[in-house]
């Protein structure tokens, strides 16, 4: 089993910041790619943003240029940095990542959530 403990989300207004944070806990033999995704009011769940174990990393196009994510591989982390917010932007953000618990078996786990809301 792995826990994800999401933090940082809250309410600001347009055109400012806020920084996720998530991390993965438990019998974690090796992490693979790291993500968010995000689920707007009344919407569809959405990928924001994905890094591999690698480094690689992949946006959304609405977020390219405003958000930023990275990982902490010693402290099993990854963050989402989130610059010039903007109202649609409003939505849940979930953390996924793919992790094994030994070699050639892999698992896939969500976190609980956290909201972000962008308004004046």
């Known amino acids: 089993q792995v826990q994800l403990v999401e933090s940082g989300g809250g309410l600001v207004q347009p055109g400012g910041s806020l920084r996720l944070s998530c991390a993965a806990s438990?019998?974690?033999?090796?992490?693979?790619?790291m993500g968010w995704y995000r689920r707007p009011p009344g919407k569809e769940r959405e990928l924001v943003a994905r890094?591999?174990?690698?480094?690689?990393?992949n946006y959304a196009d609405s977020v390219k240029g405003r958000f930023t994510i990275s990982r902490d591989n010693a402290k099993n982390t990854v963050y989402l940095q989130m610059n010039s917010l903007k109202p649609e932007d409003t939505a849940v953000y979930l953390c996924?990542?793919?992790?094994?618990?030994?070699?050639?078996?892999?698992?896939?786990?969500w976190g609980q959530g956290t909201q972000v809301t962008v308004s004046s």
């Open positions: 996924n990542v793919d992790w094994s618990p030994g070699p050639g078996v892999g698992f896939g786990s």
């Open positions: 438990g019998s974690i033999f090796s992490i693979n790619a």
């Open positions: 890094i591999t174990s690698g480094g690689r990393k």
